[in-house]
T-cell receptor, first 114, second 117 residues
Framework: EAAVTQSPRNKVAVTGGKVTLSCNQT?????MYWYRQDTGHGLRLIHY???????EKGDIPDGYKASRPSQENFSLILELATPSQTSVYFC?????????????FGPGTRLTVL | AQKVTQTQTSISVVEKTTVTMDCVYE???????LFWYKQTASGEIVFLIR??????ENATVGHYSLNFQKPKSSIGLIITATQIEDSAVYFC??????????????FGLGTTLQVQP
């Protein structure tokens, strides 16, 4: 059973519209992450969270907000979507205190901004 | 700054042979962790194997093993007895020490492996 799920899996949005990408994890990990994947850039970190109520900026946070209302849920918000935000977005969970140290990824959301 | 470089863009091998994928990294941390992930054609990203910088032994999981050469800042992935289903994009990644670290991963750009019958 998938431990990290994302919704929607595909999304088409209009320029200037608001987009919310949702992520849920059942790993009971403290940390959660949002990445985007683009050809030529690989996976880049947008925002992350240490736990409920916390959000931190990653390497490319401009144009994005994040929300962590609970241990299980982490959302990525595009208040004013632009075509440059067309990408595949991955959520991941992990735990600095976990002996495994690695991150576990969701299936990804393909976002197209027209 | 931390950096991960995968110089091989793509590799093609015949099934049942062994393939090695290269990865070099840059870090100032004395303790760090190195990972390899596999991204399948469906887009799923799966964790494969990890190497802790303080361990001298190369990690092995199933038909995946690592060639960790710390003085060269190199962590190669070796896949033995390759199968058609090993065809995928393989990413090398690094994270800093556990204490006080965000846990964020720095990824290379990936190597596409095609296994031919």
């Amino acid at each position: 059973e998938a431990a990290v799920t994302q919704s929607p899996r595909n999304k088409v949005a209009v320029t200037g519209g608001k987009v919310t990408l949702s992520c849920n994890q059942t790993n009971n990990h403290n940390n959660m992450y949002w990445y985007r994947q683009d050809t030529g850039h690989g996976l880049r970190l947008i925002h992350y969270s240490y736990g409920a109520g916390s959000t931190e900026k990653g390497d490319i946070p401009d144009g994005y907000k994040a929300s962590r209302p609970s241990q299980e849920n982490f959302s990525l918000i595009l208040e004013l979507a632009t075509p440059s935000q067309t990408s595949v977005y991955f959520c991941a969970s992990g735990d600095a205190g976990d002996s495994s140290y690695e991150q576990y990824f969701g299936p990804g959301t393909r976002l197209t901004v027209l | 700054a931390q950096k991960v470089t995968q110089t091989q863009t793509s590799i093609s091998v015949v099934e049942k042979t062994t393939v090695t994928m290269d990865c070099v990294y840059e870090t100032r941390d004395s303790s760090y962790f190195l990972f390899w992930y596999k991204q399948t054609a469906s887009g799923e990203i799966v964790f494969l194997i990890r190497q802790d910088s303080y361990k001298k032994e190369n990690a092995t999981v199933g038909h995946y093993s690592l060639n960790f050469q710390k003085p060269k800042s190199s962590i190669g992935l070796i896949i033995t007895a390759t199968q058609i289903e090993d065809s995928a994009v393989y990413f090398c990644a690094m994270r800093g020490p556990i204490t006080g670290n965000t846990g964020k991963l720095i990824f290379g750009l990936g190597t596409t492996l095609q296994v031919q019958p």
